[in-house]
Structure formats: C-alpha cells, structure tokens
C-alpha cells in the first residue's frame, strides 16, 4: 500500500478548485504531463489540487479523492489509471496557476546587544517561488530591545509570504520576539535542512559572509529543490498565503557565522528593497 498520510485538515472528498477543469486521468499519465498540459508547476498543479505539498498527503487524496488503488514497483505512490473512480483532477484555467506571492532567499544577519540596546542588520537577495527571473534585494535595520550581550553574525533565510510586488516592502515594519540562544520550533526543520544546501555553504566559506549577497546567489538548479522546501514548510505550518499585508520571516541557519550572543529581546525593523527585477504575471486572479 502506498505511502499515505491523513492531513490535520483535509479538503472535502468532492472538493472543486476555483476554475479548475476536469481531466479524467488515463494509465499511463502522471503529474509531470498533466503539468506541462496546463502548463504549471509540478507542484502547483499538485497544491491546486489538494491545498497540500506532503507527499504521504497527496497519497492520502488520490486515494480518498480521485480513487487510485494502483501504485509504482515500489508500492510507495499511486499511480494514474483509466480504471481509477472517479479518477478526476482539475487543471487551472486558462493554463494559469494562481501565483503562490512566496519569496524566498539568502542573507547576511548580524547584530549585537549591551545591556537592553543593541542593534540588528539584515542584508539579502530574495527571489520569487513563482518565476526565477523576479528578484530584489532587501535590508532590514531594526532595534532589539531587552536584556542581551555579545554579537553575532551567520547567514539567514528570509521567508516572505503575500507578497505580489516587491516594491510594496519599502518601509514595511516588522517586529517579533526572538530569542537568540534557541533555534525555536516553528522554523527549525527548514533551518536545520537548509545548512546542508550548496548555496548556504558556498556563502558560510566566502568573505561575502562578512558583506553583501550577489543577485543569484541561489543558483537556477538550486532555486527549484529550494522552492518546494520552502513551499512543503509553509504548508505544513499552515501559514496563509494570502494575508492583507506581506508576512516576513528571517530565519538563521544554526552552525553557519560567528560570534557568541545569549539575548531576549523584541526586535523591531523597517525593510527596503532595491535592485528590483519584476514582472508581473501576464494574467491574475
């Protein structure tokens, strides 16, 4: 039996997305065709479908939704037949997927703290989820205040959701409660993951670790492993895409930079982006 997983909150069994076109699946056919059918994204098509990124979750659905009992050699995913009951997904309209608004990229962040002051930096490049070629570079300068001492300064992912235009950042405040002794749960799973990559290494080795990061910093080849990792995360954490206001999450990588810093504080910062490359999608929705 294929590898499955009940999601925490699953999309009703007859679930329509908005505008989707029914396909009644053949043998033969897999996600990889019907994505270049509509042309999409693997994944967007699959997340279209299911609101999920999991793959033991999209087991779950083609069972429960579209009826596959058939699997690959390894027994591991279901696979598509034209005996499958009712054996319906739905491709976007228009052959247009919803943009995700995720952006994603690598950075720079120090700072440091004496007594309840200190102060905090963040410098980045950021790229769309969506399209490789829209990009921007972003900093953060931001006060911590609360009890603190020593500095540090490592590189750190920056997670942004609900974002449509980059230049809608300039001047967005942020402020969170950090404490930077404890990786925390929420992000941990996506940090600890992304230490291992080869743009987060090539950055912990360079001199720009001390400096500012070059636009395409995360590789073409890399950008999309990296995207879906990110995608999985925010799915998986349930975290809405599309909020009134963007969402920014700076994220370090543990056991990548320098220094020594034991603080509680709360941080606040103003972002601005320059370096801008963007072109919106020819159609929205």
Known sequence: MAIEKSPTIPV?????????KPHKVKTGEDWWQLARLAKVEVWDLIHFNFKTRTPAEVNWYLRRNVGCTKTTRDGKNYVFSSTDSPGIVYLPPDGKAKPSNIWFGIGVKGGGHLAIVGKETFEGWVVSADNYDNSFFVNIDGWRLGPGLGGSVGAALIIVTSLDDPRKLNGHMIDAKDFQANMGAKWGSLAKGAAKLGFVQRLAKSSKMWGKVGKGAIAAG????????VKGSISALGIDTNAAEPQVEVIEIPGVGTGLELSAYWSVGTLQVHGVSYKPPATSR
Request: aromatic residues 12%; charged residues 40%.
């Open 12 to 20: 009703p069994k007859n679930y329509t997305p908005e505008g989707g």
């Open 222 to 229: 890399e950008w999309e492993k990296t995207r879906e990792l």
